[in-house]
């Protein structure tokens, strides 16, 4: 007789699938960057949106600005002159809408608001652009708008610390910190190494910093690497930046409008445009800034940096 087969039976995985409660996270926004450099500039609130920036009309030297003086008495008389014709910013706006169908906020809600999420995803979006305008504006961007004495060309290809101390020439007066690309950054790490001077550290909001001379290194991916990569990651043209930031620094001052209707965070703006006729509600965000050199001598460039990779030094 032949011996019969026992067999134990179970639930199933995917019957058991059904019956379970899945834990999800909200949407991850991966190109979300830490925006290093919208925390270090200093920011000044602007009641009309409009921002002039008077100067001094100045003599051959820094000493020479009177416009007349009295050689009988050896006393300098006269006034400080001004520019009669200032620059001025008027803000930029960074606007989108978001649109939200009410059955879908209503339905699905549960555990993370849609609302709340479209319009925190949609934040994170315009603060990303705001970023990237601050440095690449034709208009009012960092790296456009540096006066063509503070630009310099690099020696040797990457960045070396005889470029990085070339910059500090160029904004010796109280400097904040260098802003570069990530590549940019491991670049210059490779090239300390390479001479035997390898960089300091410094904890900032929580993370570590590279310096040079005791000024931070901020990384960005706004400062873009141009050029095609090979399948090693080589190739790549990029700028690295020397700030000043700060008001009484003769610096760099990041503008916004003050106290927009629905404001968010400084010159960020979030207002219910209403629902139309197919239940779909609207939200405008607008987000108001701009950025000024105060002094030709806040801010330097470095030009032509190359980025190279890890195999060139091996």
Known sequence: MAEQENSVKTLGSSAAYQLA????????????????LTRLFEWKGLETGIFRLNKVNEGETTLDILCSQSDDVNITEGFVDCSSKPREYTLNAISTVVNVHTHISDLYSSPYDQVKEQLRLSIESIK?????????????????????????????????????????????KEPSFFLAHPRAIAAFGRECTRRGVPPQTVQLFGAHFLTWRGIPIIPTDKLFVDGQKSPKGKGGKTNILLVRTGEQKQGVVG??????????????????????????????????????ILADDAVAVLEDVDVGNYYDYQ
Do not use: H
Not at 269 to 281: C, H, T, Y
């Open 128 to 172: 990303e652009r705001q970023e990237s305008q601050l440095i690449n504006s034709d208009d009012y961007g960092l790296l456009k708008n540096a006066a063509e004495s503070q630009r310099i060309q690099t020696r040797f290809g990457p960045p070396t610390p005889d470029d990085l101390d070339e910059l500090i020439s160029k904004v010796w």
């Open 21 to 36: 409660n899945v834990t999800k996270t909200a949407p991850v926004f991966e190109a979300v960057t830490p925006r290093f």
């Open 255 to 292: 503008l916004y409008q003050a106290g927009v209707p629905g404001e968010q965070s400084k010159g960020l703006s979030v207002r219910f445009m209403g629902l139309d006729k197919n239940g779909i509600g609207s939200y405008l965000l607008s987000l108001y800034c701009s950025v000024a």
